[in-house]
């Protein structure tokens, strides 16, 4: 199986309990709304792959955490996309949860989320039991205090903030969590692990700074320009998009670096590789250089 | 220790990765803010009573799980008081979250105490690991879909809904998962546990709506008459004053026959009888017979 089609699959199965009977109908179509059709599905997909090159002994594992930590991601967007925060009319280019669903069922599908990402763990653990404690405490450090996503998306609330204590909060942290999960799933200890998500996390941010400047909301699949128009850090301002596109390709080459011995490293960088080449496509690079 | 010194210490210590090196500090204030000082503390109290009903071996588990279902319920008043539901102004006699540290901060510390909730849960299971799968089941059903406290919220939000369905959603659920997770934390079967919690949850429903009817914002620490305000579906309101009173007068003996034969069983039912007695006070209950 794929790991597009293992993902969807296991994010279905965290989503069961949702339409078991009884469920209130709205909160239950916001919930699936903020799931499918999904994104690029990066941070499973990362899990899997970590997994697979520590050599996985317990895919339906590995599968649960994968699911967890994208409902998180899901629910950090639909919370970011409030009218509170950015208050997005768009998002993966269709009504955003609020605008589909109003705001009162956008809070509570974030929140119902971030339950759902936990409830199915514990079951998934049953074969290797040892592993649940340190996979929970991994992922609730890449979302929770003092440094996770809710603490990135707090330091925009902040008038003081270091532009890489927000971004690794805000983007690392749930990368890190994704790649020491995939390792702990695997039953291998997650800590060598979070140094490459914490890098994968920043080379992805750079990324989508420059996509933010450069692209448009049809391709972005939500609207473009919105650091400038919201205030807020980013590579980009900071650097120069010159200077964003550097920084992107000096990351990649030290993601590639860190990722740890293992019995699948190879092709984890290869995949690493094709990441970098469809986030930044040859096209966009040679247009910044042009520009400059 | 008393239970009410065990619960601020369990609190305290579920919240110290929030003041962590590195944290974004209002948003560790808001989360402060939102748990001390506290409400009466009923759930956790009821974690910490069904556990030494039980026959409690393992106090660090029990206070972890107790200091999980605090903090969830904390969670739901901080998104319950949004401006998107109740706008309340204070809650606990002083400003509510979004008051007194804005909108953004408020939506963030509740989805932090979520996570919070979860964090201690795995190295407080390190004596029992086998408890920690059920443990962590109980508590996310007790908030998430299909019928946790989220999905009480939810059920706000449709236009048709049953009262009885939505008081459980909404109350009953979570105080289920704390007597289920207070057997659990002692190693004894959860299940047998949950109608005492339910029945407790609609014992508490009623006396809450029949004193949202009769006493001051002063003494309630919110303001009073929400339902009638809110339009909010409400035993009060479906079954007068003094039907309310008469319902709730018989959920206490099913609430007291519900408790399952255990060690401490005798215990139980008296602090569930003092309780009671402190929810609706004798002379609140002669009033309500006079005006009848």
Redesign the interface.
């Known amino acids: 199986m794929s790991p597009h089609d293992r993902i969807e699959r296991a994010l279905r199965a965290s989503l069961t309990?949702?339409?078991?009977?009884?469920?209130?109908?709205?909160?239950?179509a916001a919930?699936l709304h903020a799931v499918f059709p999904g994104g690029a599905r990066i941070r499973p997909k990362l899990t899997l792959a970590v997994a697979q090159a520590c050599g996985e002994d317990d895919p339906a594992l590995t599968d649960a955490a994968a699911a967890a930590i994208e409902l998180l991601h899901c629910?950090s967007l639909v919370?970011d996309d409030?009218p509170?925060?950015d208050d997005a009319e768009t998002r993966r280019g269709r009504a955003s949860v609020h605008r589909a669903f109003?705001?009162?069922?956008a809070?509570?599908a974030?929140?119902?989320l971030?339950?759902?990402a936990?409830?199915a763990?514990?079951?998934a653990?049953?074969r290797h039991?040892?592993r649940?404690?340190?996979l929970?405490?991994a992922i609730?450090?890449g979302?929770?205090?003092?440094?996770?996503i809710?603490?990135g998306?707090?330091?925009?609330?902040?008038s003081q903030?270091s532009l890489q204590?927000y971004q690794q909060?805000k983007t690392g942290a749930l990368f890190a969590a994704a790649t020491m999960a995939g390792a702990q799933a695997a039953g291998a200890d997650g800590e060598p692990w979070r140094a490459l998500g914490e890098r994968l996390g920043q080379t992805y941010q750079v990324a989508d700074d420059i996509r933010d400047v450069m692209l448009d909301a049809q391709v972005l699949g939500k609207p473009g320009g919105q650091d400038v128009a919201r205030d807020r850090p980013s590579y980009a301002r900071a650097l120069g998009l010159e200077g964003a596109m550097a920084e992107f390709q000096r990351l990649v080459q030290a993601t590639l670096l860190s990722v740890p011995a293992c019995p699948g490293a190879t092709p984890l960088r290869q995949l690493i590789r094709r990441e970098a080449d469809r986030l930044v496509p040859q096209q966009l690079s040679d247009r910044i250089a042009a520009a400059a």
């Open positions: 309990p949702v339409l078991q009977p009884g469920h209130p109908p709205q909160l239950a919930m629910a919370h409030l509170c925060f109003g705001e009162r069922l809070v509570l974030g929140d119902a971030i339950v759902a936990f409830d763990l514990g079951p653990a049953r039991l040892s649940l404690p340190v929970l405490r609730t450090r979302v929770g205090m003092p440094g996770g809710v603490a998306q707090a330091w925009e609330c902040e903030l204590q909060a």
